[in-house]
């Protein structure tokens, strides 16, 4: 079962659910300006619908970053293709205080560990090229870049998103 706690010390993963929506509303509400380069902005205006549109979507499968008692961010399995075996980690969100303390790195090794156990063999990060810390934090953890997809899709700005792919298959994460 994919969408289960996943827990290393302070640091939980809890399926997203009611009860996160004003932890995580302040969490985001913590960098407005990042919000600019994901596909859908998370500020105080637009939080709501999408945390409903999030919690209503069977495509997805979203956890509250808990650190230390206190919902800290946000972060999904997408694009699950579990006959394929395939996945995508995304819709991740770490609040400011907590990037370039390591948790992102942790949270990623929890879900991909539970990802590969569960029986997936690949999975896959889309990150917005204009995204230099999401770029950075994905080569570090070993995933490959498979390429760009230009003009892949269209965020809440209007902007004309080239998506970068990268890829961890099971194999090489066992083998690291």
């Known amino acids: 079962m994919l969408h289960t706690i996943l827990t290393d010390g302070a640091l939980r993963l809890v399926p997203l659910a009611e009860a996160h929506r004003a932890g995580l509303a302040a969490a985001c509400a913590e960098d407005r300006e990042i919000w600019a380069i994901y596909p859908t902005s998370w500020a105080p205006d637009r939080f709501d619908g999408n945390f409903d549109a999030l919690l209503a979507n069977p495509a997805r499968l979203p956890f509250a970053i808990e650190h230390e008692g206190a919902v800290a961010g946000m972060t999904a399995y997408i694009g699950i293709d579990a006959a394929r075996g395939l996945l995508e980690i995304g819709n991740s969100y770490i ?82």
């Open 95 to 176: 609040a400011p205080r907590l990037r370039g303390t390591g948790l992102n790195g942790r949270i990623k090794r929890l879900m991909i560990d539970h990802a590969f156990a569960g029986g997936f063999r690949r999975i896959e990060f889309r990150i917005d090229m204009r995204n230099a810390r999401s770029l950075a934090a994905i080569a570090k953890l070993g995933a490959v870049k498979e390429g760009v997809l230009r003009e892949e899709r269209i965020t809440w700005t209007g902007h004309i998103r080239d998506t970068a792919i990268f890829s961890i298959l099971r194999r090489e994460w066992q083998g690291a």
